[in-house]
Protein backbone atom coordinates (compact mmCIF):
# COMPACT_ATOMS: atom_id res chain seq x y z
CA UNK A 1 0.00 0.00 0.00
CA UNK A 2 1.30 3.38 -0.88
CA UNK A 3 1.49 5.52 2.36
CA UNK A 4 1.19 9.19 2.59
CA UNK A 5 2.50 11.03 5.67
CA UNK A 6 0.44 13.21 7.51
CA UNK A 7 2.80 16.69 8.67
CA UNK A 8 1.20 19.32 11.55
CA UNK A 9 2.19 22.86 10.65
CA UNK A 10 1.52 25.36 12.20
CA UNK A 11 -1.52 27.73 10.94
CA UNK A 12 -0.06 30.60 11.19
CA UNK A 13 2.28 32.08 14.03
CA UNK A 14 5.69 32.52 14.62
CA UNK A 15 6.60 29.11 13.30
CA UNK A 16 4.47 28.80 10.36
CA UNK A 17 6.67 30.47 7.65
CA UNK A 18 10.03 28.81 8.07
CA UNK A 19 8.41 25.51 8.26
CA UNK A 20 6.89 26.29 4.78
CA UNK A 21 10.50 27.52 3.79
CA UNK A 22 12.16 24.50 4.55
CA UNK A 23 9.47 22.35 3.17
CA UNK A 24 9.86 23.98 -0.28
CA UNK A 25 13.63 24.48 0.41
CA UNK A 26 13.18 20.38 0.17
CA UNK A 27 11.97 20.42 -2.97
CA UNK A 28 8.19 19.28 -2.06
CA UNK A 29 5.71 21.26 -3.93
CA UNK A 30 2.02 22.33 -2.77
CA UNK A 31 -0.60 24.55 -2.89
CA UNK A 32 -1.43 26.76 0.31
CA UNK A 33 -4.77 28.53 0.72
CA UNK A 34 -5.63 30.53 3.46
CA UNK A 35 -8.23 28.92 4.25
CA UNK A 36 -7.74 25.54 3.61
CA UNK A 37 -6.67 22.88 6.83
CA UNK A 38 -5.06 20.65 4.35
CA UNK A 39 -3.08 20.16 1.70
CA UNK A 40 -1.11 17.46 -0.61
CA UNK A 41 1.84 17.69 -2.02
CA UNK A 42 2.38 17.06 -5.93
CA UNK A 43 5.97 15.05 -6.10
CA UNK A 44 6.57 13.59 -2.51
CA UNK A 45 3.80 11.48 -0.20
CA UNK A 46 2.76 13.44 2.27
CA UNK A 47 -0.24 15.99 3.28
CA UNK A 48 0.11 18.78 5.55
CA UNK A 49 -2.61 19.83 8.11
CA UNK A 50 -2.19 23.73 8.97
CA UNK A 51 -3.24 23.63 12.67
CA UNK A 52 -3.10 26.02 16.16
CA UNK A 53 0.69 25.04 17.53
CA UNK A 54 -0.90 24.27 21.04
CA UNK A 55 -3.04 21.30 19.28
CA UNK A 56 -0.54 19.67 16.95
CA UNK A 57 1.51 17.47 19.76
CA UNK A 58 -1.79 16.09 21.02
CA UNK A 59 -2.17 15.45 17.31
CA UNK A 60 1.01 13.87 16.96
CA UNK A 61 0.37 11.54 19.96
CA UNK A 62 -3.05 10.59 19.25
CA UNK A 63 -1.05 9.32 15.44
CA UNK A 64 -3.95 11.71 13.91
CA UNK A 65 -0.30 13.56 12.27
CA UNK A 66 2.20 11.39 11.84
CA UNK A 67 4.60 14.10 12.20
CA UNK A 68 4.70 18.22 13.63
CA UNK A 69 6.49 20.70 13.25
CA UNK A 70 6.38 22.75 17.02
CA UNK A 71 8.38 24.73 19.41
CA UNK A 72 9.90 23.01 22.22
CA UNK A 73 8.20 25.23 24.11
CA UNK A 74 4.94 23.90 22.91
CA UNK A 75 6.07 20.20 23.31
CA UNK A 76 7.48 20.90 26.91
CA UNK A 77 4.03 22.23 28.22
CA UNK A 78 1.90 20.35 26.32
CA UNK A 79 3.70 17.43 28.15
CA UNK A 80 2.14 15.08 25.19
CA UNK A 81 4.43 11.46 24.13
CA UNK A 82 6.28 12.26 21.02
CA UNK A 83 9.99 11.22 19.37
CA UNK A 84 12.15 14.39 18.44
CA UNK A 85 13.13 13.65 15.33
CA UNK A 86 15.05 16.81 14.49
CA UNK A 87 15.96 20.13 15.86
CA UNK A 88 15.38 22.18 12.53
CA UNK A 89 17.02 25.60 14.33
CA UNK A 90 14.87 28.20 13.47
CA UNK A 91 12.00 29.70 15.88
CA UNK A 92 14.93 30.22 18.39
CA UNK A 93 13.03 32.27 21.49
CA UNK A 94 13.47 31.53 24.87
CA UNK A 95 10.44 31.21 27.97
CA UNK A 96 11.30 33.42 30.66
CA UNK A 97 10.02 35.52 33.41
CA UNK A 98 9.63 39.15 33.28
CA UNK A 99 8.72 41.74 35.88
CA UNK A 100 7.82 45.53 35.85
CA UNK A 101 11.29 47.80 35.30
CA UNK A 102 10.89 48.91 38.72
CA UNK A 103 10.44 45.62 40.88
CA UNK A 104 13.17 45.42 43.42
CA UNK A 105 14.17 41.78 42.19
CA UNK A 106 17.13 40.33 44.25
CA UNK A 107 16.62 36.54 43.03
CA UNK A 108 14.16 33.97 42.66
CA UNK A 109 12.16 34.49 46.03
CA UNK A 110 11.59 37.47 45.07
CA UNK A 111 8.50 36.22 43.36
CA UNK A 112 7.06 34.48 46.71
CA UNK A 113 3.83 35.30 47.28
CA UNK A 114 3.34 37.14 43.81
CA UNK A 115 0.95 36.74 41.18
CA UNK A 116 2.58 35.58 37.53
CA UNK A 117 0.24 35.47 34.39
CA UNK A 118 1.65 32.83 31.52
CA UNK A 119 0.45 30.43 29.00
CA UNK A 120 3.03 27.76 30.21
CA UNK A 121 1.31 27.42 33.86
CA UNK A 122 2.93 23.27 33.58
CA UNK A 123 6.31 24.48 32.73
CA UNK A 124 6.32 27.73 35.36
CA UNK A 125 4.68 25.66 37.53
CA UNK A 126 7.58 22.70 37.42
CA UNK A 127 10.13 25.42 37.36
CA UNK A 128 8.91 27.45 40.44
CA UNK A 129 8.58 23.94 42.52
CA UNK A 130 11.98 23.06 41.55
CA UNK A 131 13.59 26.16 43.29
CA UNK A 132 10.92 26.46 46.21
CA UNK A 133 9.60 29.25 45.46
CA UNK A 134 5.45 29.62 46.45
CA UNK A 135 3.91 31.86 43.79
CA UNK A 136 0.09 32.15 42.73
CA UNK A 137 -0.05 31.05 38.78
CA UNK A 138 -2.64 32.75 36.58
CA UNK A 139 -3.52 31.31 32.88
CA UNK A 140 -4.26 33.58 30.19
CA UNK A 141 -4.12 31.99 26.89
CA UNK A 142 -2.47 35.46 25.25
CA UNK A 143 -1.39 39.23 25.76
CA UNK A 144 0.49 38.18 28.69
CA UNK A 145 3.00 41.21 28.65
CA UNK A 146 0.27 43.29 29.37
CA UNK A 147 -1.15 41.62 32.50
CA UNK A 148 1.49 43.69 35.12
CA UNK A 149 0.38 47.50 32.65
CA UNK A 150 -3.64 46.20 33.88
CA UNK A 151 -3.11 45.31 37.48
CA UNK A 152 -3.42 41.69 36.49
CA UNK A 153 -0.49 40.21 37.45
CA UNK A 154 2.75 41.27 39.22
CA UNK A 155 4.98 39.22 36.43
CA UNK A 156 4.81 37.29 33.20
CA UNK A 157 5.97 34.41 32.11
CA UNK A 158 6.29 34.37 28.33
CA UNK A 159 8.20 33.81 25.30
CA UNK A 160 10.86 36.01 24.41
CA UNK A 161 12.88 36.13 21.44
CA UNK A 162 14.07 39.93 20.50
CA UNK A 163 13.15 41.34 23.39
CA UNK A 164 11.25 44.26 22.11
CA UNK A 165 7.88 43.26 23.26
CA UNK A 166 9.18 43.40 26.81
CA UNK A 167 10.74 47.05 26.77
CA UNK A 168 7.82 48.26 25.09
CA UNK A 169 5.59 46.69 27.62
CA UNK A 170 8.07 48.16 30.04
CA UNK A 171 9.01 44.90 31.75
CA UNK A 172 12.75 43.09 32.58
CA UNK A 173 13.63 39.81 31.72
CA UNK A 174 14.83 38.73 35.28
CA UNK A 175 14.95 34.65 34.59
CA UNK A 176 15.38 32.00 31.83
CA UNK A 177 13.28 28.61 32.23
CA UNK A 178 13.88 27.08 28.74
CA UNK A 179 15.79 27.96 25.50
CA UNK A 180 13.47 26.54 22.69
CA UNK A 181 13.66 26.30 18.86
CA UNK A 182 11.67 24.46 15.86
CA UNK A 183 11.28 20.96 16.47
CA UNK A 184 10.22 18.03 13.80
CA UNK A 185 8.37 15.78 15.67
CA UNK A 186 6.60 12.32 15.10
CA UNK A 187 4.32 9.77 16.63
CA UNK A 188 6.02 7.04 18.27
CA UNK A 189 4.63 4.29 16.70
CA UNK A 190 4.89 5.07 13.76
CA UNK A 191 5.00 2.60 11.09
CA UNK A 192 7.79 1.19 9.15
CA UNK A 193 6.45 2.11 5.67
CA UNK A 194 6.16 5.62 7.49
CA UNK A 195 9.42 5.79 9.14
CA UNK A 196 11.25 4.87 5.59
CA UNK A 197 9.30 8.10 4.05
CA UNK A 198 10.26 10.28 7.60
CA UNK A 199 13.86 9.20 6.70
CA UNK A 200 13.58 10.39 2.83
CA UNK A 201 12.38 13.64 4.65
CA UNK A 202 15.32 13.94 6.94
CA UNK A 203 17.49 13.41 4.84
CA UNK A 204 16.29 16.02 2.28
CA UNK A 205 16.10 18.67 5.69
CA UNK A 206 19.80 17.89 6.95
CA UNK A 207 20.81 18.41 3.15
CA UNK A 208 19.19 21.83 3.30
CA UNK A 209 20.62 22.61 7.08
CA UNK A 210 24.13 21.63 5.93
CA UNK A 211 23.67 24.23 3.18
CA UNK A 212 22.58 26.78 5.06
CA UNK A 213 25.91 27.58 7.34
CA UNK A 214 28.43 26.43 4.17
CA UNK A 215 29.04 28.60 1.44
CA UNK A 216 30.74 28.06 -1.70
CA UNK A 217 34.33 29.78 -2.28
CA UNK A 218 36.52 29.89 -5.47
CA UNK A 219 39.55 31.81 -5.42
CA UNK A 220 42.57 31.95 -7.17
CA UNK A 221 46.49 31.24 -5.93
CA UNK A 222 49.72 30.79 -7.05
CA UNK A 223 50.46 27.01 -7.35
CA UNK A 224 53.26 27.34 -4.59
CA UNK A 225 49.95 28.08 -2.12
CA UNK A 226 47.80 25.53 -3.12
CA UNK A 227 48.81 23.08 0.13
CA UNK A 228 48.62 26.10 2.53
CA UNK A 229 44.83 26.66 1.13
CA UNK A 230 43.91 23.42 1.05
CA UNK A 231 44.75 23.52 5.05
CA UNK A 232 42.55 26.59 5.44
CA UNK A 233 39.56 25.04 3.21
CA UNK A 234 39.36 21.01 3.26
CA UNK A 235 36.18 21.29 1.92
CA UNK A 236 33.66 18.02 1.74
CA UNK A 237 35.85 15.79 0.01
CA UNK A 238 38.67 17.45 -0.90
CA UNK A 239 38.76 21.16 -3.22
CA UNK A 240 38.83 21.39 -6.67
CA UNK A 241 42.31 22.36 -8.04
CA UNK A 242 42.03 23.89 -11.77
CA UNK A 243 44.95 25.24 -13.54
CA UNK A 244 44.75 29.36 -14.91
CA UNK A 245 45.85 29.90 -18.36
CA UNK A 246 48.38 32.02 -16.37
CA UNK A 247 51.62 29.76 -16.13
CA UNK A 248 51.99 28.96 -12.12
CA UNK A 249 48.60 29.98 -11.05
CA UNK A 250 45.35 27.99 -9.91
CA UNK A 251 41.98 28.35 -9.03
CA UNK A 252 40.38 26.77 -6.29
CA UNK A 253 36.82 25.53 -5.74
CA UNK A 254 36.19 24.39 -1.99
CA UNK A 255 33.56 25.23 0.42
CA UNK A 256 33.57 26.58 3.92
CA UNK A 257 31.50 27.57 6.88
CA UNK A 258 29.85 30.81 7.29
CA UNK A 259 30.77 31.80 10.26
CA UNK A 260 34.63 30.61 9.93
CA UNK A 261 34.96 32.58 6.38
CA UNK A 262 36.35 35.92 7.78
CA UNK A 263 38.73 34.29 10.38
CA UNK A 264 40.05 32.27 7.44
CA UNK A 265 40.11 35.18 4.88
CA UNK A 266 43.19 37.29 6.28
CA UNK A 267 45.01 34.02 6.40
CA UNK A 268 43.63 33.25 2.52
CA UNK A 269 45.33 36.46 1.19
CA UNK A 270 48.33 36.16 3.22
CA UNK A 271 49.11 32.88 1.44
CA UNK A 272 48.50 34.65 -2.03
CA UNK A 273 45.04 34.05 -2.90
CA UNK A 274 43.32 36.61 -4.73
CA UNK A 275 39.78 36.79 -6.58
CA UNK A 276 38.01 35.15 -4.12
CA UNK A 277 34.24 34.89 -4.32
CA UNK A 278 31.87 33.47 -2.10
CA UNK A 279 28.63 32.19 -3.25
CA UNK A 280 25.05 30.72 -1.25
CA UNK A 281 24.67 26.69 -1.56
CA UNK A 282 21.09 25.21 -1.70
CA UNK A 283 21.53 21.99 -1.07
CA UNK A 284 25.01 19.65 0.29
CA UNK A 285 24.14 15.71 -0.32
CA UNK A 286 26.81 13.61 1.61
C1 LIG B 1 5.56 35.73 21.66
C2 LIG B 1 5.39 36.35 23.03
C3 LIG B 1 5.63 37.81 22.82
C4 LIG B 1 6.56 37.84 21.63
C5 LIG B 1 7.98 38.09 22.07
O1 LIG B 1 4.34 35.72 20.99
O2 LIG B 1 4.10 36.07 23.55
O3 LIG B 1 4.42 38.46 22.54
O4 LIG B 1 6.51 36.56 20.99
O5 LIG B 1 8.85 38.30 20.96
P1 LIG B 1 9.95 39.46 21.00
O6 LIG B 1 10.82 39.22 22.19
O7 LIG B 1 10.70 39.31 19.71
O8 LIG B 1 9.23 40.78 21.09
P2 LIG B 1 4.12 34.85 19.65
O9 LIG B 1 4.62 35.59 18.47
O10 LIG B 1 4.65 33.48 19.83
O11 LIG B 1 2.57 34.82 19.53
P3 LIG B 1 1.50 34.24 20.61
O12 LIG B 1 1.74 35.01 21.89
O13 LIG B 1 0.21 34.59 19.96
O14 LIG B 1 1.74 32.77 20.71
ZN1 LIG C 1 1.13 30.20 20.27
New binding site residues.
Given amino acids: MNETLRLAIQKS??LSEDSLTLIKECGIDFNKSDNKLTSKAFNFPIEFLFLRDDDIPGYVEDAVADLGIVGENVLAEKGKEAEIVEKLGFSK?RLSIAVPKDFHYTGIQSLAGKNIAT?YPKILGKFLTENKVHAEIHEIS????IAPNIGLAEGIC?????????ISNGLKEVETILHSQALLIANKHISPAKRELVDQLLFRIKSVQRAKNTKYILLNAPSASVDTIIRLLPGVKSPSVMPLAEEGWVSLHSVVKENEFWSIVEKLKAAGAEGILVMPIEKIVI
Fill in positions: GRCSGSVEDLVSSGSTL
